[in-house]
């Protein structure tokens, strides 16, 4: 049972466009989220996170909402680079250091 | 510091024998982390440590996977006998006692054949 869903496995943009990419998750008793950033052949690296507490978290070309209501959180980029492209995941955890990663999403950003 | 270093990057192996992952956490890192990514389940969690000790190993699939930190520089996570469905990367990841993010290595590619 996936916990924690990212349902489009792949998005293309063009360069200096918004790119959104979303996630949703099943479990109420999630109370931090993150994403992370991955190039081929490399590992996961953090990228941002919120907490429920907030309904967004800004850090430059990146922000990320969060919609407790409709467990529901996205990652917007403002603008695309094509230096982002790679595959995003999402994650989340309930007070622990057990974090939940969705399957990815491939982002493609076109010059 | 030279970040979480895995080994070895690639391993190609037959099916029943034994593979043994390993991992070098960033000094200092109270937690340890084993993931596996494949396609249609991404980054699972197998189990994790803290101070060298396991707190929750539910992800582990079966028996055939063990997992060990001897001490605080040094893990490995071990299949035996290995089968085709293990083919997968498998991450390792530690964390400072904080929710900055987890530092993840480069990986493992096990193919089993």
């Known amino acids: 049972d996936q916990q924690v869903k990212q349902n489009s496995p792949s998005l293309s943009v063009q360069e200096g466009r918004i790119s959104i990419l979303n996630c949703d998750y099943t479990n109420s008793m999630f109370d931090y989220f993150l994403w992370y950033k991955k190039y081929p052949a490399e590992g996961p690296t953090f990228l941002i996170s919120i907490s429920s507490i907030k309904d967004k978290n800004e850090d430059g070309r990146f922000t990320v909402f969060l919609n407790k209501s409709a467990k529901h959180l996205s990652l917007h980029i403002v603008p695309s680079q094509p230096g982002d492209s790679a595959v995003y995941f999402c994650a989340a955890t309930s007070g622990t250091y057990k974090y939940i990663f969705g399957t990815g999403t491939r982002l493609k950003v076109l010059a | 510091d030279a970040g979480v270093i895995q080994s070895p990057r690639h391993e190609v192996t037959e099916m029943g024998q034994e593979v043994t992952l390993r991992c070098k956490p960033i000094?200092?890192?109270?937690?340890l982390f084993w993931y596996r990514q494949t396609m249609m389940r991404g980054l699972e969690l197998l189990i994790y440590?803290?101070?060298?000790?396991?707190?929750?190993d539910s992800g582990m699939p079966e028996d055939r996977f063990s997992a060990k930190m001897p001490n605080a520089s040094f893990s490995t996570l071990k299949i035996q006998p290995s089968e085709p469905r293990d083919s997968a990367v498998y991450f390792c990841a530690s964390s400072p006692d904080n929710h900055y993010g987890y530092t993840f290595g480069s990986g493992t590619r096990l193919t089993v054949v």
């Open positions: 440590f803290n101070n060298n000790v396991p707190i929750d």
């Open positions: 000094s200092g890192h109270d937690y």
